[in-house]
């Protein structure tokens, strides 16, 4: 009998790229897979493919018994509710390990441990992927690195003024990860054959690239210059708040920058070619496609 596969958030990006991988790449029978959301009508159009769809919110703990009922393998999508998630992650544990779950996929952060960690969201993951160790199952984290996409929504006002701020050291490597492969490597890692894995994988792109390397590649792409501007982060922190961005990005910025300047995401792995059998997507391919959404 073959396993039934959910996954959580399904109407989010991420998980509705991991259940189109199920069913296009990865040959899975759509009958074994359920979306879960919070709003099933979001997934009005995944239904008449033969994939279930269920109510799951992360929120409503005491419906989480139900909406695990007979699933051997869960996708955990860690929401975006940042700061408020992690008693929600661990129901949705506790919850799999009650209703028999067979292991868990976890979508977690670059290594999120450690006392005074900089970045201010690690506390969710680090917090999230403990109830998994202490379930008991097995498991395989996705610890994935930035996604290309974040540079969506950084790049724009960089690219209308030439200047790219940053409180990123200089010399800073970063392996940013597309979001597809990202997706790809989840759909992988619910379909591989499970032994009694406990494994946690660094989900990276093929190239650690510093900062200016990544503007001289938008530069190239997009026909834009681009300066690169290090600053103290106080500095940044001022600008930014002068600039009217609200306190919660800038405390945001600033611990992302504080994280890779401690080179928590300096180091490619070969995570995504392992579990997919394909080469993480170059940088560089991102900026030509989605050329339109950055210069119009
Ligand atoms: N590595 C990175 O650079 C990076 C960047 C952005 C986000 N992330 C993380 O990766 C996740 C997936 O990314 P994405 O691009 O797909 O984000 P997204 O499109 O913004 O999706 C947000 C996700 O959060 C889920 N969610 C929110 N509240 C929930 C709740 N109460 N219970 C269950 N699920 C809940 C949503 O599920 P439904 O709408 O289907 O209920 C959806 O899957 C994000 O949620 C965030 O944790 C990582």
Redesign the pocket.
């Known amino acids: 009998m073959s396993e039934k596969l959910l996954v ?9 790229s991991v259940v189109a991988y199920l069913v296009e790449e990865f040959g899975i029978d759509p009958a074994d897979i359920v979306a ?4 099933p009508a ?1 997934l009005d159009d995944v239904g008449p493919g033969g994939v279930a769809v269920r109510t ?4 409503k703990p005491d419906d989480l018994a139900t909406a695990f009922a007979g699933i051997d393998r869960l996708l955990i ?6 700061g408020t ?1 992690l008693a ?1 992650h661990k129901a949705a544990v506790a919850a799999a390990t009650a209703a028999g779950v067979k292991g868990i996929v976890y ?1 977690s ?1 670059p290594n999120p441990h450690g006392a005074s960690h900089p970045l201010i969201f690690a506390g969710d993951h680090a917090g999230t992927e403990a109830a998994i160790f202490e379930s008991g199952l097995p498991y395989r984290i996705l610890r ?4 290309h ?2 540079l969506l929504r950084t790049l724009p006002p960089v690219l209308k003024s030439g200047a790219w701020y940053t409180a990123e050291a200089p010399g800073t490597r970063v392996a940013y ?1 597309a ?1 597809e492969d ?1 997706a790809r490597a989840a759909a992988a890692a619910l379909v591989r054959p499970w032994d009694h894995d406990k494994a946690v994988y660094d989900i990276t792109g093929g190239e650690a690239l510093t900062i200016e390397e990544v503007a001289a590649l938008a530069t190239k792409a997009l026909g834009k210059p681009i300066n690169v501007v290090h600053l103290s982060p106080e500095t940044l922190a001022s600008a930014l708040k002068v600039a009217g961005v609200p306190e919660f990005v800038v405390a945001l910025t600033l611990s992302m920058d504080a994280t890779n300047s401690a080179g928590l995401l300096s180091t490619p792995s070969d995570a995504v070619e392992q579990l997919t059998g394909r080469e993480p997507r170059p940088l560089s391919a991102f900026f030509e496609v989605n050329r339109a959404a950055f210069v119009g």
């Open positions: 959580t958030g399904a109407a989010g990006k991420l998980g509705r879960g959301t919070r709003d979001k799951v919110d992360f929120d999508v860690s929401s975006d509710a940042i998630r929600g979508t952060a994935n690195y930035w996604y996409e974040n990860v979001r990202c």
